[in-house]
C-alpha cells in the first residue's frame, strides 16, 4: 500500500465539485499536467468540508484538477503529504510554500 496520494484526478469545475460531500479530509490540487500545486484541509471547521474548501479556491492560478481523501485524521494525513512531496521533490507545493515546510519532520518514502 502506497502512502502517495492515488485517487484520480478530477476536473475543477462546478459540476466535479458539486459531487462531493461535506466530510473532512485532504485534498491536492493540481495543474494540467498533474502537478500538485496545493495540499490542503477540510477540518472541522470548514463550511460545507470538502466541497467548501475546493470551491473556495476554484480561482487558484494553474489549478486544472483536485482529489480528495475522506479521513478524520486530516491534519496528520496533510502532513505526510506534505513530508512526501518534500522527500519526492525537494520542495513543498507551490501553494504550501512557506514556513510551515520549516516544522516539518522528514520521511524516507520507498
Known sequence: ????????????NPDEISR???????????DEAGNVLYIGVAGGRSLFGLRG??????QMENVAQFR???TS????????LLM???ADYGTLP???DGPEGDRLGRLSPA
Not at 500500500?1 to 475543477?12: D, E, V
Not at 462531493?20 to 485534498?27: A, I, N, R, S, W
Not at 485524521?73 to 505526510?80: D, K, M, N, V
Open 20 to 30: 462531493l460531500g461535506g466530510q473532512m479530509g485532504v485534498y491536492q490540487l493540481g
Open 94 to 96: 507551490v501553494g504550501n
Open 53 to 58: 474548501e475546493i470551491d473556495a479556491h476554484r
Open 73 to 80: 485524521a486530516y491534519r496528520t494525513r496533510q502532513l505526510e
Open 68 to 70: 480528495v481523501e475522506i
Open 1 to 12: 500500500m502506497s502512502i502517495r496520494m492515488a485517487k484520480p484526478w478530477q476536473a475543477l
Open 84 to 86: 512526501i512531496h518534500q
